[in-house]
């Protein structure tokens, strides 16, 4: 099929979920993008994938007594990240053990709680690698408006982000509330998976958050440049993995984590500064390109 | 700066007991002692970022409280997150986060404050470069750029000189002289004991509480040096500590 059938797809009224998923996949990747980004740099891509099956018993729960599935798996993921900080706090057990405790647990709850619903199978399959149909008007507005929130707020905290991700040390001499930004940071990681949920999945879910921003991090030294390559792979490999999903009648989900993967594979061989292909270059070229790498003045310090 | 009979404890255990240390403006005071001796706690109880059990903590005659007393603060060097993709001059503006406070974003004047924290370590060439591409005597010299950027009458450096070549630590030690000579309180851990000797103004040897303190040429005698370490009289430490005189 060619972009242009897509596009004439995507404007046919009979087919009115597709540019609702197309939608809702780039806002979520856009969202998904920066968050991930703090995500990446401090290292915890772990609680990414603990909150992404942690929504799963609010979804679940939602789905069973036919309420909001983005509210039920908010108010999961946001209860599992508390208790996460909440306990991790107690310095004889690391952040990793916790949260293999609390996901594992999580997720086990959801899948009891849908066995409850009739037909479970199909719903299950569903959750767990989403579908881009049978999404209701409503959640257009509940993911646009969620994102708009989670970028202010990150736009907001964005300085104390920093600073604990550098230097938590440092940070707390200075005043900063280390606890309640990491319960923040790991809210708007919550929000930002629930709003993705639904058309990548719940296992899937984590591509979206961590590819993005990995693959920007290999492109650039710059925070800011990161934060903006980021949500720009993310949504532009939604476009293209729903595009591919649509002609070949491949799992939408599945089809977009593939082609970030891509992305992120490409990021890897052609980085300008690091990837494998600039670190093959000759010596004399590299000292060419950067000549202030060797100011005489600081070398041997 | 003035430790008054501080008493800390860790789990269970007294790390520090009954600890007295006076830091004076002008003056650069070495914290010496063996691992685990409890120096990097005093310095965290005097950024108020421990809680004590006894005793106090003034700076400029007001109690501690953390990120409310204008101590500037170098932790160790591992501490940070040199894979961060951030600048030199950003590295150093995070010092100020705190002072900035909640939604508030860098104006003027904390830029200018930067400015001035980076000409005083003599890093401003290199304030656009990404901190992941320094040495090591560079990177100690952006947190002290980090700590100095809070403009802080005190200032406290955790063992600066770890890892570092010779030239490079008598560099740093020559900042960290003039930053005492300008009017600031200076105290920094050290496992370097004749850099300490060198260029300290005074010493406090630490083992869970102050065993001694004075200028370097008081602390001759070699009973204390061995009480504090817990070595015998035959130990290395007590030869560079004669060969550093
Ligand atoms: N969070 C903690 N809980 C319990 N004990 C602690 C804690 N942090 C430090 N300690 C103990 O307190 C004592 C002093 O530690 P501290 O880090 O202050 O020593 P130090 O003098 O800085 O040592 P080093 O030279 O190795 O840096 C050590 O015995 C250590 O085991
Ligand atoms: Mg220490």
């Known amino acids: 099929m060619s972009p242009i ?111 409850q619903a009739p037909g479970y199978a199909g719903s299950l399959q569903q959750f767990l690698f989403g579908s881009i149909t049978g999404i209701p008007d409503e959640d257009l507005f509940v993911v646009g408006g969620t994102g708009l929130v989670i970028l202010l707020v990150a736009f907001l905290l964005h300085k104390e982000l920093v600073a604990i991700t550098l230097d938590r040390e440092m940070a707390r001499s200075m005043g900063v509330k280390v606890f309640w930004l990491d319960i923040v940071l790991y809210v708007l990681v919550t929000l930002a998976v629930v709003i993705s949920v639904q058309t990548i999945g719940n296992i899937l879910v984590l591509a979206l958050l961590i590819t993005p921003a990995a693959a920007a991090r290999l492109l650039t030294d710059r925070l800011g440049v990161m934060m903006l390559l980021a949500p720009v792979i993310g949504a532009a490999s939604a476009l293209v993995g729903l595009y591919v999903s649509w002609s070949w009648d491949l799992p939408t989900g599945g089809t977009i984590v593939l082609v970030l993967t891509a992305a992120f594979l490409l990021a890897w061989v052609f980085a300008p500064r690091h990837g494998v292909l600039a670190r093959r270059r000759p010596r004399s070229a590299a000292r060419a390109a950067s000549p202030a790498a060797n100011a005489p003045a600081f070398a041997g310090q | 700066m003035r430790v008054e009979g501080v008493a800390v404890e860790l789990g269970g255990r007294l790390v520090l007991d009954d600890v007295h240390l006076q830091v004076a403006r002008g003056e650069l005071v070495g914290l ?197 370490f817990g070595v015998g009289e035959t130990s290395p430490l007590l030869r560079i500590l004669e060969l550093a005189r």
Not at chain 1, 12 to 27: C, H, T
Not at chain 1, 52 to 57: E, S, T
Request: proline share 5%; glycine share 10%; hydrophobic share 50%.
């Open chain 1, 5 to 115: 059938d897509f596009f004439l797809d995507l404007i046919n009224p009979d087919l009115s979920f597709l540019p609702k998923a197309l939608l809702i996949a780039v806002m979520s990747s856009i969202v998904c993008g920066v968050i991930g980004t703090y995500v990446v740099l401090r290292g915890m891509a772990f609680i990414g994938d603990a909150v992404a099956h942690a929504v799963f018993p609010g979804l679940a729960v939602a789905f069973v007594i036919s309420g909001n599935l983005v509210l039920g798996g908010t108010i999961a993921g946001v209860l599992t990240a508390v208790l996460v900080a909440l306990f991790s706090q107690n310095r004889r057990l690391k952040e990793d053990s916790i949260i293999g405790v609390f996901f594992v647990a999580a997720f086990a709850l959801g899948i009891v709680v849908i066995s």
């Open chain 2, 32 to 228: 010496i002692g063996p691992n685990g001796a409890g120096k990097t706690t005093l310095l965290r109880s005097i950024l108020g970022l421990v809680p004590t059990v006894a005793g106090r903590v003034l700076i400029n005659g007001q109690p501690t409280r953390a990120g409310r007393n204008n101590v500037g603060y170098v932790p160790q060097r591992h501490e940070f997150a040199w894979d961060f993709p951030i600048s030199v001059e950003d590295v150093v503006m995070s010092g100020r986060t705190g002072a900035l406070g909640l939604f508030r974003r860098p104006k003027q004047a904390d830029w200018a404050a930067v400015g001035d924290a980076l000409d005083r370590v003599r890093m401003n060439d290199l304030r656009q470069r990404p901190v992941g591409e320094l040495s090591g005597g560079q990177r100690q010299r952006v947190l002290v750029a980090r700590a100095l950027a809070l403009q802080p009458s005190t200032l406290l450096l955790d063992e600066p000189f770890t890892g570092l070549d010779m030239p490079t630590q008598e560099l740093l030690s020559e900042l960290f002289m003039s930053l005492a000579r300008d009017d600031r309180a200076v105290l920094m851990t050290t496992h370097d004991l004749a850099s300490a000797l060198y260029s300290c103004d005074r010493l406090a040897l630490l083992n869970r509480t102050v065993v001694a303190a004075g200028r370097p040429d008081e602390l001759t005698e070699a009973q204390v040096w061995m009480d504090c």
